[in-house]
């Protein structure tokens, strides 16, 4: 449904996007995962008409859209900084757009309505002004604006961000049910692989400039094509030449010991497994956060961490020496 094509965007002489290659499908939710200034924004951005390319092509529904004014192309969008209009009600945040369309006094009242109560956001509410209301809401305004005008796609750039953790968990829940309900492609824009992860039917990693790799959360997560995708979408140790060597003696698992081997630390365990291999070391760390501890264990001169659930026993100390055990299948090398 969406296509970049050979896509290049320049700030000035700045390179900031060289070659994007991209096909969103139709109805999908679709993240740009990556580190600030990868170049998430300016893609974005290329696509609703605030940029356009200095080489390639943006393809919508079969269009080429790449110099359409931006009013012409129909996408929702919503920002990390909710742009709601200060001075205006909460009702007329969300009718702006409509009446820019002119539309009849009644039809407008109707849509606003309408998304109003899919969005949660009550009668009492509507009549506020902006400012009187939480952070949360505003995005919830901000995200009402959008849709009512029944746009094509949604773009949204780092929407949660300005939210405190439980919120954004609240309110990730809500978007991925409004956008399942309504069926709108959506291309979400975030730094955070976990909102990612949640959120998304495939995700686009970037990094400087390039995507590193497009996939499923599960194939970004368990097959990561590059170390760099392997490093930012979650915990990894690192293992270098000796513990590889260990590995490979006790269960001939044929690692290349000059390269360096990734394994999530959720993956490592301190009990033993068919398959698994042992590795001794000292606890010389301990991460409680009530769900999970996070052992760090000093392994000869290298570092090993994982992860143990809470059973509401086991504990061990800073200190203990301990055998962590890790499955070859699970060490990825690139
Ligand atoms: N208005 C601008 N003028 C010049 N350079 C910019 C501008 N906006 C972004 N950049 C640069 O382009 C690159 C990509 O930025 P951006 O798309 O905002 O990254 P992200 O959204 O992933 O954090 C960065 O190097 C950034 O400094
Ligand atoms: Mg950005």
Avoid: W
């Amino acid at each position: 449904m969406i296509k970049y094509e050979q896509v290049e965007i320049k700030y000035g002489n700045f390179v900031a996007i060289e070659n994007l290659n991209l096909e969103v499908r139709e109805g999908e939710f679709f993240t740009f995962l990556g580190p600030s200034g990868c170049g998430k924004t300016t893609s974005l951005r290329a696509l609703v008409g605030f940029l356009t390319p200095s080489k390639g092509k943006i393809i919508v529904g079969g269009d080429d859209v790449t110099n359409l004014p931006v009013e012409k192309r129909n996408i929702g969008m919503v920002f990390q900084s909710y742009a709601l209009f200060p001075t205006m009600s909460v009702y007329e945040n969300i009718a702006f757009g409509l009446k820019v369309k002119k539309l009849p006094k009644a039809e407008i009242n109707q849509k606003v309505r309408a998304v109003a109560a899919k969005i949660q956001i009550n009668d009492e509410q509507l009549r506020k002004n902006v400012s009187e209301l939480s952070g949360g809401q505003q995005q919830r305004v901000a995200l009402a604006r959008a849709i009512v005008l029944e746009p094509k796609i949604l773009c949204l750039d780092e929407p949660l961000s300005n939210l405190d953790a439980k919120l954004r968990i609240e309110l990730r829940r809500e978007l991925k049910r409004l956008q399942k309900d309504l069926g709108i492609t959506t291309l979400y824009v975030t730094h955070d692989q976990e909102e990612a992860l949640t959120l998304s039917d495939r995700i686009a990693v970037f990094n400087n400039g390039f995507i590193e790799q497009v996939g499923t959360p599960h194939e970004i997560y368990n097959h990561s094509s590059s170390e760099f995708v392997c490093d930012f979408i979650g915990d990894i140790n690192r293992l270098e030449t000796g513990i590889l060597k260990k590995i490979n003696e006790q269960e001939q698992a044929g690692l290349d010991i000059h390269k360096t081997g990734f394994v999530r630390i959720e993956r490592c365990i301190d009990t033993e497994k068919p398959g698994y291999v042992s590795i001794e070391g000292v606890v010389i760390d301990k991460e409680f956060d009530g769900v999970m501890t996070k052992y760090t264990v000093k392994c000869g001169d290298e570092i090993i961490k994982y992860l143990e659930k809470n059973d509401g026993f086991q504990f061990y100390d800073e200190g203990d020496e301990i055998s962590v055990f890790i499955n070859p299948k699970d060490i990825m090398q690139f």
